[in-house]
Every structure is written in C-alpha cells, then in structure tokens.
C-alpha cells in the first residue's frame, strides 16, 4: 500500500513540475525575432496572409515577426527548412495544401513527412479558387471553355504554381472531370503566372481568390466559376464548378501556421491564443475579408484533423488524375 502511495505521489510531482515547465517555457517565450516561412514566391496568397499573420503577432508578442519567404518544389523546401528547425518556437511555416497534402501523395519522396514532422498551431484562412480567363479566350461561362477545349484539343494553355501546386492540381482535376485537354506550363509561384496570364500568353488559370480578386473586378480576367460547394461572398454572380455543370468538383486553399513537431506544447498553445485572437478580431477579419479570405483561427486539433481530412482528399483526386512528379 505505502508503495503504491509513493508511486503515486512521484507520478503528481512529476506531472506537476513537468505543468511548471511548461508554464516557465510559455513565459520565456519569445526572447528573440520570429521567422515565418512562406514556402512560395513573394505575391501569391500564401504572402498575403503570412505578412497579415506576422505583423498582429509582432504587435501581441513583444519581437519582430519576420516574414520569409523560401519558394521551390512546389512548397517542399521552405516546409523541410521549418520541419527540420529547432523546435523552439523561432521558426514557423505558413502552411497550405501543396507542402502539407498535396506533395506527400504526389512524390515518390518528400524529405519530410507532413502529418508527423510538424505540430499544428492553427487552421488561419479558407478561400475558394478561381476559375479565370484572359479577355482574348471567347468563352462566356465554364460550359463555353469545355465547348472550346473539346473542339481544339491541347491549344489552350493554362499557367499554375508549379508541379504539384494547388492550381495546377485544380486544373488537372477540372481536365479529368470535364474531360478536356489543357496545356499545364508551371511557373515557380503564382505571381509570374499571373503576371503572363495579365499579358495575354496564357489562356486561364484556376487560381487563389486573393490573387485574381483585383484582376476580375478590372476586367483584365474574367471570372468562369469558385471551386468551392458554396458561392463566394466577394464573386456572388459567378456559378460554383458544380453548378456550372463539372460534378464533384471542389478545390479551395487553407492557410495554417505550423511549427516543427516537439516544440513544447505550452508554446504551441501559446502562438495560438496569440494568432487565433488577431483572425478573430474585426480588423483583421475585414482586411482578410477584403482580399477574399475567410479567417478561422481554429485549435491545434482541429487543424491536425483538417490536414488529415485534405490529405486523404487529395490522394483521391490525384489518382484520378492520374498526376505524378518524381
């Protein structure tokens, strides 16, 4: 009896002093500037809502948040750098599908694996990807481009973020539901595809909403359908993809802000209190909003789930797609 008495109050001594670390750790932090790593070139969404994310948790924090961005491989350089940092809480990912979900299914080997190697903080943002094409392409609505693909085969070309970016996995997905053959020319990040689709050298791109919202409301692209199941607040007239006729379809991005697996809990919790409380707030809800971004701010389990949900999602729509990158 006196033994397990003795058990027992070592293991609440123990769980108490571990309680008092992780307090002291959540007190201490941070001593030091914040990275956040945005695993893309610098103009795609992913910046927009990582420099919206850094600049509050400079404000909440007390040290410099600095932004940074580390493109290539659609997203995996810039997640291995965070994946294999110390995990103290100096050096974080702002995450999205083609890092996290997308590129574990889609390569034979990522150097890290997703679901393991990082500790969720919190889900940020969740907005719809864009149907858009440049003015020269004659088609009127979704019905009229799969009209116009059928009829000249492999003439239409669309740029995406890379292999294995989100855009381009939208349109291969929209390729493969609709039956058409589009011409994928990758970029390394949104913004130079962007860039060409302004100038008339690409025919469309399924991209970000944040991205194309100001092009679409200047008429230098025209907006076909949202990838999402409901319509967008900031595009109501443009149809979903499954209204305009492509059943099953659904693409839309998430932002997170991640930290590499081990980091202590109590900074985990910490880095989420801070960050879920400037997405809830109205001002930076409304400057989110404004740019086409619904702001979330969900618990680390949530967002954990979230991944394991998209990452499943999308093992599907790459199979039937038939995509691989080696």
């Known amino acids: 009896m006196r033994c397990t008495q003795r058990v027992v109050r070592r293991s609440l001594i123990g769980w108490a002093l571990g309680v008092i670390a992780l307090s002291g ?16 070139a610098a103009g795609g969404g ?15 924090i007390g040290q410099p948040v ?69 003015p020269s392409v004659p088609a ?10 059928r009829a000249t085969p492999g003439r239409l070309n669309y740029g995406s973020a890379g292999q294995g970016s989100v855009s381009h996995l939208a349109a291969e997905q929209l390729k493969a539901l609709a039956n058409i053959d589009l011409v994928n020319v990758p970029y390394k990040g949104s913004n130079p595809a ?14 970000n909403q944040p991205v194309v919202l100001p092009h679409i409301g200047s008429g230098r692209v025209r ?5 999402t199941a409901s319509r967008s607040g900031l ?39 801070d960050i879920s409380a400037a997405l809830k707030s109205a001002e930076l809800k409304d400057r989110l909003a404004k740019q086409g971004l619904e702001a979330v701010g969900s618990t680390p389990e949530r967002y954990a789930a979230h991944m394991r949900d998209e990452s499943a999602r999308y093992a599907r729509l790459i199979k039937l797609a038939g995509i691989r990158v080696e």
């Open 25 to 40: 750790q959540a007190q201490s932090y941070p001593v030091k500037p914040v990275r956040l790593v945005i695993p893309f």
């Open 46 to 60: 992913t910046d927009l809502v990582a420099r919206a994310i850094a600049q509050r948790l400079s404000e909440s």
């Open 66 to 134: 600095i932004a940074e961005n580390r493109a290539g491989a659609g997203g995996v350089i810039g997640a291995e750098h965070v994946a294999k940092a110390a995990p103290d809480g100096y050096t974080l990912l702002l995450g999205s599908p083609g890092p996290l979900t997308i590129n574990p299914n889609l390569r034979s080997k990522v150097p890290y694996e997703a679901l393991k190697d990082f500790a969720p903080i919190t889900l940020a943002t969740i907005s719809p990807f864009v149907l858009v094409v440049h």
């Open 140 to 149: 009127k609505s979704v019905k009229d481009l799969i009209a116009i693909a």
């Open 194 to 207: 962007l860039t060409d689709l302004l100038s008339g050298q690409l025919d469309l791109m399924i991209e």
């Open 223 to 227: 907006g076909l359908a949202v990838g």
């Open 235 to 273: 595009l109501p007239r443009l149809p979903t993809m499954r209204e305009a006729g492509v059943a099953d379809y659904e693409t839309s991005t998430a932002f997170g802000v991640l930290a590499p697996a081990r980091t202590p809990q109590a900074i985990v919790l910490r880095l989420y209190g």
